[in-house]
């Protein structure tokens, strides 16, 4: 850390050493240029001035050089070529001026993806060292790679979580910020889940470790984020590959320059005022920024380009049960059929559910417990996606699930009219026949109403409620939100819904919790993961992770792209026009090299400035 650091101060004293020793050359020739000075830079000898040029150059040259050697241009290679034709013409200050510029450039760019990666390295500088391991029932303290899954790991007021695991004893309040990006801490105790790489600020925990190392929740995040890094590599290969677009243009107005209008110093001109590397930094410290600032706040984007599918993205689909809803449903009613007791109902379907994960079966299986009902051992269990569980339960084939699968499953009038409310009915059966309706109620996170206007008011023109639920419980909650629907539909519906709305060409955006809908927003062009923290479907299906379950960060996510593809567009249009005007006059012999040198950097400043805004966070609903 200490070594970085002085690394970067070293870098940042030469870079201003370059930036003075550029500007006072700059004065010298330009003073001479205009004759009130005296031919100063003539003092130095000519051979000197050069191996000025071709020493403080040589890390660049060295690179064109190898990328030459195997046919490639980079964006370095134009200043290269300015330099020598600098050279060639005998202006080796302007040569100078060219190459501090732009060895200043470079430091100035490192500095700013720098700062733009740093929000991402504090990141893995947070991972747990340490873990204090209880085994044969003495602590111990060793490397947290040694801890076995199932192990007991001890947690001291101000320690870091060393695993991803479950509280078996204790009492804390937990800073969850590095996983989340929330500072508010959380309560945990006896049956939390906890993570890996979090604070336990006041109270000691037992913790049971269920995820080690790179598989915990953190582990994978930075995972992640070292991916999106890699995505940087795209970028790159796009900026080269318009270089190898522009240098031919350049070098043909360079040729007619020099044909047409036999001014060799105009063509020096033309290559040195064309070689600034603006539009090669225009995109990617941009979209590093963005994905910087994000994951600082518990918003993990994998790549830049799904930064550039969410701005232009029009349609949002939205998934129910754990993304719209708080995911915590509660059996509110249980209507028994044909000589069946309501505790029958429920203990039948308590056991069927008994190993299923989905958020209804939580539901079922705390109503059982309120009840003092005692599952029974289910066997050949199996889970239908976006349909329900069905297992055997003593003897008796029992099922559970929607009316899609139950065949024969009643409408009875009192059921509902619980689903009119908004309630989500559970059909279960015995050995083929309806034997009970069980009611459940989840709330809709009070967020969501706000958020989906903010979502409007960025663009998003079509939003759409897609679920497994049935048709009246879906109608009365998309009602309630004022949004259209689509209810009964299997995870395999739901991807042909995204399909359908990106055939007609719209770009869609997914929001789901990996619940049953992880192949949804894999489909769709960028998948946002609700409350992935825990979820590894949510966060390995997602293009977007929300680390939080907090939908004011689905309208912040649009906002964030937007603003980052504004940035991205205005870097690029200014650094256009400003070449197109540097080219012209250079052409016309309006602008001597010595200029052109100068004006060349100044993009590269502005850019890297108007890129670094992006560093600071976006305004969401509130701007929380
Ligand atoms: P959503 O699309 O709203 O997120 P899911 O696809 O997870 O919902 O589930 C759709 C429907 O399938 C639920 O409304 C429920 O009727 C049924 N279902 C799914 N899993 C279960 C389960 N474990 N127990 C009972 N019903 C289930
Ligand atoms: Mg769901």
Redesign the pocket.
Same mark, same amino acid.
């Given at each position: 850390m200490a070594d970085a650091r002085s690394e970067r101060f070293t870098r940042q004293v030469l870079a201003l050493l370059g930036v003075v020793s550029g500007v006072v050359l700059f004065v010298v020739v330009v003073g001479e240029q205009l004759g009130l000075l005296e031919r100063l830079t003539a003092w130095v000898p000519r051979p000197i001035g050069v191996a000025i040029v071709l020493i403080a150059g040589y890390p660049v040259f060295r690179k064109v050089l190898r990328a030459a050697l195997r046919r490639r241009i980079i964006a370095h290679t134009l200043m290269t070529l300015g330099v020598a034709s600098a050279l060639a013409i005998g202006q080796w200050a302007t040569a100078a001026v060219v190459v501090l510029f732009m060895r200043v450039g470079d430091s100035v760019e490192r500095f700013t993806t720098d700062r733009a990666r740093r929000a991402v390295r504090d990141l893995t500088a947070m991972a747990p060292r340490t873990a204090r391991v209880v085994r044969g029932g003495i602590e111990s303290e060793v490397p947290v790679g040694e801890v076995r899954v199932g192990e007991t790991v001890v947690v001291r007021p101000g320690e870091q979580i060393p695993v991803d695991g479950e509280v078996i004893d204790g009492q804390a309040t937990v800073d969850q910020a590095a996983i989340t990006g929330e500072s508010m801490p959380v309560e945990a105790g006896p049956g939390s889940v906890v993570f890996a790489a979090t604070l336990a600020r006041l109270g000691s925990l037992r913790v049971r470790a269920s995820r080690i190392g790179r598989d915990t929740t953190f582990g994978r995040v930075v995972r992640l984020v070292e991916q999106a890094e890699a995505h940087r590599a795209d970028v790159q290969r796009v900026v080269d590959r318009f270089s190898a677009y522009y240098l031919p243009v350049v070098a043909g107005i360079a040729a007619l320059t020099l044909l047409v209008r036999r001014d060799p110093l105009a063509t020096a001109a033309v290559l040195v005022v064309a070689c600034s590397c603006s539009l090669a930094l225009a995109t990617p410290v941009a979209l590093l920024a963005s994905i910087g600032a994000g994951a600082k706040r518990g918003v993990l984007i994998k790549g830049g380009r799904h930064l550039e599918a969410l701005a232009r993205a029009d349609v949002l689909l939205i998934? &129910? @049960?754990?993304? #719209?809803?708080l995911g915590r449903p509660r059996v509110t009613d249980v209507i028994p059929l044909d000589g069946a007791s309501a505790r029958d109902v429920l203990r039948a %379907?308590t056991s069927?559910?008994r190993y299923?994960?989905?958020?209804? *079966?939580e539901a079922?299986r705390e109503a059982a417990r309120e009840r003092g009902i005692v599952p029974a051992e289910p066997e050949h269990f199996e *889970? !239908?996606?976006? !349909?329900?569980?069905r297992a055997r339960v003593q003897g008796h084939a029992i099922a559970?699930?929607?009316?899609?699968?139950i065949p024969g499953a009643p409408s009875i009038a009192a059921a509902d009219a619980l689903a009119r409310q908004g309630k @989500?009915? !559970?059909?279960v059966a015995r050995d083929g026949s309806p034997i009970g309706i069980v009611a459940a109620a989840d709330a809709v996170r009070p967020e969501v109403p706000a958020a989906l206007d903010a979502a409007r008011a960025l663009g998003v023109r079509h939003i759409e409620l !897609? $679920?497994?639920?049935?048709e009246p $419980? %879906?109608a009365a909650l998309a009602a309630r939100l004022g949004i259209p629907y689509r209810a009964n #539909?299997?995870?395999e519906d &739901?991807i042909a819904a995204v399909r359908a709305y990106q055939g007609s060409g719209r770009t869609v955006v997914m929001v789901?919790?990996g619940?049953?809908?992880a192949p949804a927003l894999a489909q769709a062009d960028v998948g946002i993961a609700m409350g992935a923290a825990g979820s590894d479907v949510a966060i390995e299906a997602a293009h977007v992770a929300l680390m939080r379950d907090d939908w004011t960060l689905v309208p912040e996510v649009f906002a964030i792209a937007r603003r980052t593809m504004r940035v991205i567009r205005a870097n690029i249009a200014l650094t256009a026009l400003y070449n197109l005007l540097g080219l012209s006059l250079a052409a016309m012999g309006l602008l001597p090299p010595i200029f052109a040198a100068a004006a060349q950097s100044l993009p590269d400043l502005g850019i890297l400035g108007n890129s670094s805004r992006l560093l600071r966070p976006a305004g969401g609903i509130s701007g929380r």
């Open positions: 998934d &129910k @049960t754990g993304t #719209l809803t %379907a069927c559910e299923s994960e989905h958020p209804l *079966a079922v *889970a !239908l996606p976006g !349909l329900g569980v559970v699930g929607s009316r899609r699968m @989500t009915l !559970l059909f !897609l $679920t497994g639920d049935n $419980t %879906a #539909l299997l995870p &739901k789901g919790d619940v049953n809908d």
